[in-house]
């Protein structure tokens, strides 16, 4: 596609549900990150998939938190269980590869919020 | 791990010079990222820095200082529409991660 694009927009769930965000990066781009973005607070790096490679999982903050990449191209981040603290927004980037200058891509985000 | 600095907030005047500044400690480096993010959408890339020196597109620069572990975004010429949220970020030694500083909201005033 021309852009990353990350479903749903907004998800309001109740604490203890689990959710599943999904994002969809530009075509051919074989690198993608998840990032974290809590109100007022800097980007918090939660995964990195490179091609068939092994992910970084190294940012997941819980568990409960965890991500798949299916044939090399969309991906899905689930939350199980689901607490107030994990409200954020969620961002997807992808690039062409996953070093030096290459420019990451991002999402509009997923909005999650727990009530 | 990673330590990335920059002032929380600045305001400016329609038509001056803001400069952002961001300070980082990190494992290694592989570059430096600005991004810009107006509020409620995705970050868009500005610039990019590996070696010293000045790197300019039109109304926007960037700076590197390696030996200093210190950057700054300069913004010309601003306009309402630069009112946004400037990240700075880092390429660490693992060469893939981009760690991320808390971000600058900059308020450009008439």
């Known amino acids: 596609g021309a852009g990353v694009s990350q479903s749903p927009s907004n998800k309001v769930t109740e604490k203890g549900k689990d959710v599943e965000l999904r994002c969809d990066p530009i075509s051919g781009h074989t690198a993608l990150y998840w990032y974290r973005q809590s109100l007022g607070q800097g980007l918090e790096f939660l995964i990195y998939?490179?091609?068939?490679?092994?992910?970084?999982k190294s940012g997941l903050p819980s568990d409960r938190f965890s991500a798949e990449r299916t044939g090399g191209s969309v991906s899905t981040l689930t939350i199980q269980r689901t607490q107030q603290e994990d409200s954020a927004v969620y961002l997807c980037?992808?690039?062409?590869?996953?070093?030096?200058?290459?420019?990451?891509?991002f999402g509009a985000g997923s909005r999650l919020t727990v009530l | 791990g990673q330590n990335i600095d920059q002032p929380t907030e600045m305001t400016a005047t329609e038509g001056a010079i803001v400069q952002i500044n961001c300070t980082y400690q990190t494992s290694g480096f592989n570059g430096l990222f600005w991004y810009q993010q107006h509020a409620g959408e995705a970050p868009t890339f500005l610039s990019y820095n590996v070696l010293d020196g000045l790197e300019e597109k039109g109304r926007f620069s960037s700076f590197l200082s390696r030996s200093k572990g210190y950057s700054y975004l300069l913004l010309k010429e601003l306009q309402m529409k630069d009112s946004a949220s400037y990240l700075c970020a880092v390429r660490g030694g693992n060469d893939y991660k981009l760690s991320f500083g808390a971000g600058t909201t900059v308020t450009v005033r008439a």
């Open positions: 980037a992808s690039s062409v590869q996953g070093s030096g200058a290459n420019v990451l891509t």
């Open positions: 998939f490179q091609g068939n490679s092994a992910p970084d």
